[in-house]
């Protein structure tokens, strides 16, 4: 390869959605930051702790990149991270790294309505009604500009539906792997394709 044919890295804000009923403390999480850390601490990394509430965290996340330059920006989500991370693509254009995301999350999250659980923490919180209704009203119609996303689904994901996953994001890049999980336990050996996605190495 010659020196002219490398792409300098260019993401200078990277944001990290959890998941349902998930934090910054999660696996996935804890590990991209420690990377982030290691490796490219040049780059404003942002993780923040999602509300219940599907539109007060998209307004937090909203309100939380407003600074930041579009064309230098990406965004990766896990599960419901990942549905909230195709909303904020298809809003800003930004290029988005997508970890079994949720591609219905009103229909699969009706059952959760009521008190439930963290998984991080002892905190409860409740799952009202009308998040349900919220989630529904941020689905995007469709997914443009394909080219900007890159999805990991693994057949082995024990709550979501792989082909579900595959159908809504097909055209995009996808890492289809065979078992693996819905935590993606096995997340080390796909990250160094995911940090080259996002051009974080060359």
Not at 128 to 145: M, Y
Request: with cysteine; net charge neutral.
């Amino acid at each position: 390869m010659n020196a002219s044919d490398r792409r300098e890295p260019v993401i200078a804000h990277l944001l990290y959605l959890h998941g349902f009923r998930s934090s910054p403390q999660s696996m996935k999480a804890g590990k991209v930051a420690d990377w982030m850390r290691r490796h490219r601490p040049d780059v404003q990394w942002w993780c923040p702790q999602l509300p219940p509430s599907p539109q007060e965290a998209i307004e937090l996340v909203m309100n939380g990149i407003a600074g930041w330059p579009r064309e230098r920006m990406a965004v990766i989500g896990s599960s419901l991270g990942g549905f909230y991370a195709t909303v904020v693509a298809e809003r800003t254009g930004c290029p988005a790294v997508l970890l079994n995301p949720a591609i219905e999350p009103a229909r699969d999250l009706e059952k959760f309505i009521g008190e439930t659980t963290a998984w991080h923490s002892d905190e409860r919180f409740f799952f009202r009604s009308e998040f349900v209704d919220q989630l529904r009203a941020l689905r995007p119609a469709q997914i443009t500009h394909l080219q900007r996303y890159f999805a990991v689904i693994a057949k082995g994901d024990e709550v979501l539906d792989w082909r579900e996953m595959s159908a809504r994001y097909a055209g995009c890049r996808i890492k289809l792997l065979e078992g693996s999980d819905h935590a993606l336990s096995d997340f080390d050996e796909h990250w160094p394709a995911i940090a080259v996605f996002l051009a974080l190495t060359n």
